[in-house]
Every structure is written in C-alpha cells, then in structure tokens.
C-alpha cells in the first residue's frame, strides 16, 4: 500500500470494546498479571510497553519500513539511546553540520563516557573511508544536515559502514519518510526528532529510532528504552500518532512552500547564499534529486553586512516568529549561531527558516518587506 495510505491506518484499530474508531489514550502505568502468573495481553509496566506507545511505533517502523521502532521522551533521548548502546572504547563518525545538540552531546557527554569520536564531511565518502579505524562501530549520517541543508549519499556512507562492520544511523528529521527512505537506501537505523514534523503542530517532544533489523545494536537500545526510562507519555504517543495521519499531505506542502521561499530568496540582491537542496546550484541537488522526493520545509539564507543585518531581518518579520525548532504548522526564523553559542562553525549572517503551511506568498510578502 501506498504511503498516504499507511500513514492513516498503521498501528490503528476500531476498539472491539466500544467500537469507538478513534484509539483510547491508556493512562495506566501498571497491568493486571494473569492467574497463571503471565502476562499475555501483553503489557506489564507502563515504561516497559503500552498500547499507545506500541500503537506509535508500529506505525513508524511501518512508514520507515523498517522491523521495529523504539519512540522516546525527545529525539535527544533517541540519540542518547544509540550512543550509549555502544561501549567505551567504541568509535564514532559523525558529520561537521551536525544538529548542534547531537554535536554538543557526543563531545561532552559521550566523551566522558569513553566514546571516540571523529567529525568528518560525510558528503565525502572518501573521508568517512579515511577516517576509520578498527574501533569505528558506529557513522551518523544527517540529511539534509542542520542548519547548512548539506546533503549525504546514504546508500555509499552505508556501504563504507556495512564493509567496516560499522552500523549507520540516519537522523532523517527533516525530510520525514514520506521525503526520503534512508533504510531502503541501506542504512541499518533511522533516527528521529518527533517533535518536529512528525508531530507537526510544536506542541510535542519526542523522538525515535527505526531498526532494518531486530537484534544487534536495536536489541540494545530496546532494553536501554525501558531500563533508561527516557520515555514518551501515553498522551504524546497518541498526539503524534493523530498528527501522522495528515503527514504526508504536509510535508509535501511544506516541502513546495520551501522551494517557492528559497526560489525568491535565491533572486534577492541582500541575499549572498541560499542553502537548499532543492536549488539546482546546491552541491547537493543531484544526490538529493536521486534519494529524495522533495526536500523539505527547512532552508537556511545567508545575508549581505552578517550578522547585525541578519538580526534586522529577523527583527522585522511580521508574519514568521522569532524560535528556533520546525515542522510547525507555522513558520519560525532564526539566528542560527547565537543559539549554537560559542565555536559555532555556522556562519553569523545565517539565518534558518522553517516554512509553516502559511501561504507561500504571504510569506514571501513579510521577507520582502523585511529584506527591503
Ligand atoms: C530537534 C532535533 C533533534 C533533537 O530533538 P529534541 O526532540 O529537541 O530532543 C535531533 N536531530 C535533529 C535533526 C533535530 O532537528
């Protein structure tokens, strides 16, 4: 079946209960055992398992095609959750335009932890290639990336891992599955930050990981999720699922809002970059063109004078918020390097914009008046 059509149904049923169409939000944190001792219906601790926690990740492991699914409290959980199912000692390779947290997460805390890591340019396969070493278990791959939108080739990054006996991870946050299948494309888990379009209304955190397999490192992360403890609620569980629903339809409006947004800027005489994968000058529009189906609600501009006129433009936008995060159903802008804060490699006159479901012209209108 066809994806808008999985997105309605997977991980739903009519309640053979009540008949009630729509799914019950299960509160309990505890599950009655069976005379016999066992639990076959299934459930026993709330944080172990429970049906709108299943429900949810039934339905993304479906969308990823992938075997199972494991949801989080944040997608900062979910990472944390694939770090520390690797053990001191073990490398990682993960990509320079990186989402700052995973970045800040992996130099301060997982090196504590005894974790390796080497940041590299994974658009290069070649240095991911070079940057192996007997230890390497683990390449993170982001695409596109935060905030430059680079773009990876997943199926030869994952190749390089596969040959390295290294598992590859693909936080495919921005482009969602509906954009882009990094498991179809050989990676061995997908990562999400649930929180933005998959919950789609800035109203939920939560994240995910997506497994090809069971077994191996999942297995691991799946006992770390219940003995970790970092878990979604009950509510949000079932909020991101309602979201799913429509989330094929918006993403691709978000995705054609976004090229219309980054076509005007990209003819702007104040704009001195416009990165978009979308964009036929983008390095990476041929690999984008090849492993996606639209590139996303996300772009990030770069303007003339740095970072003083960037901040006027975000100053005088009307229509978009001054916030970080995306995937709302309305449109943010934001300073990129003030909030990464020191040794940012983002450059100071960047700003990233989130385009919401607002009318492409309309938005276009505020960053003309703005820019103007
Ligand atoms: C937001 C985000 C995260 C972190 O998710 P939280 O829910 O904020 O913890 C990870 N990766 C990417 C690409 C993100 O955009």
Request: glycine fraction near 10%; charged fraction near 20%; include cysteine.
């Amino acid at each position: 079946m066809r994806i808008e059509t999985r997105a309605v149904h997977a991980g739903r049923s009519v309640d053979p209960a009540t008949g009630a169409v729509v799914s019950a939000i299960h509160p309990s944190t505890t599950f009655e055992r069976d005379v016999d001792g066992g639990y076959a219906r299934g459930h026993l601790y709330a944080r172990n398992s429970n049906p709108n926690r299943d429900a949810l990740e039934h339905c993304l492991a479906d969308l990823e095609g992938g075997l199972a699914a494991a949801a989080f409290g944040s997608g900062t959980a979910a990472t944390m959750a694939v770090f520390q199912a690797l053990a001191p000692g073990d490398h990682v390779i993960a990509p320079h335009d990186l989402y700052s947290g995973t970045a800040r997460f992996l130099a301060d805390h997982m090196a504590r932890w005894g974790l390796d890591a080497t940041f590299v340019d994974v658009m290069r396969p070649d240095e991911v290639q070079a940057a192996l070493r007997p230890t390497t278990r683990l390449v993170w791959i982001e695409t596109p990336s935060n905030p430059m939108l680079r773009v990876t080739d997943i199926a030869r990054v994952a190749a390089v891992a596969r040959a390295a006996g290294a598992v590859s991870v693909c936080d495919n946050t921005i482009a969602t599955p509906i954009l882009q299948l990094p498991l179809a494309l050989g990676a061995d888990l997908v990562h999400h930050a649930t929180t933005k379009y998959l919950s789609g209304h800035s109203d939920v955190m939560g994240g995910a990981i997506v497994a090809r397999s069971v077994g191996g490192i999942f297995e691991r992360i799946r006992k770390f999720q219940a003995s970790g403890g970092a878990i979604p609620s009950p509510f949000d569980c079932w909020l991101v699922l309602r979201s799913i629903r429509s989330l094929p339809y918006r993403v691709r409006a978000h995705s054609d809002h976004a090229l219309r947004v980054a076509q005007f800027l990209a003819e702007h005489d104040r704009v001195t970059a416009v990165h978009y994968p979308g964009l036929p000058h983008h390095p990476g529009y041929d690999v984008a063109a090849r492993q996606m189906r639209g590139c996303g609600g996300v772009l990030s501009v770069e303007i003339e004078g740095g970072r003083d006129a960037a901040m006027k433009v975000a100053a005088r936008v009307r229509l978009f918020t001054r916030a970080t995060s995306y995937g709302g159903a309305d449109s943010y802008i934001e300073h990129r390097a003030s909030i990464e804060g020191a040794g940012t490699r983002t450059p100071e006159g960047l700003l990233r914009l989130s385009i919401g479901l607002e009318h492409p012209d309309d938005l276009i209108e505020d960053l003309a008046q703005a820019l103007a």
